[in-house]
């Protein structure tokens, strides 16, 4: 699958990287090590076209977040419910709970 780079960054490119987890599931795993497309920062880098950065350092600048939070994305444990709750309170300005969520049947795509 090609994936052209895109212009936008913030919370409009985090959006963006979840419709595309969403649309493509087995195309993420947070379990796989920093380097891999799979993780959501690694996505973070392939829709940013910066394949030679480092994840975490490339999100912060990228998706204009805290250090903190790109680690709590970035943990191999983190949950695609954990992950939707979290774009949806940061689409909404509430800055990005990272909180727990519970599992749902399926996750709508966010309007970007």
Not at 25 to 46: A, D, F, H, K
Request: proline residues 7%.
């Amino acid at each position: 699958m090609k994936i052209s780079p895109v212009k936008y960054r913030g919370k409009k490119l985090f959006l963006r990287v979840m419709n595309h987890i969403i649309k493509h599931p087995e195309e993420w795993s947070q379990v796989n090590p920093c380097g891999t497309p799979c993780c959501v920062l690694g996505w973070v880098r392939i829709f940013c076209g910066k394949m030679d950065i480092c994840c975490e350092i490339n999100a912060v600048n990228e998706l204009k977040i805290s250090k903190e939070v790109a680690e709590w994305i970035f943990d191999p444990y983190r949950t695609l419910p954990e992950l939707y709750h979290f774009a949806k309170t940061f689409k909404e300005g509430v800055g990005g709970e990272m909180t727990g969520s519970k599992p749902r049947k399926s996750y709508p795509l966010f309007k970007i």
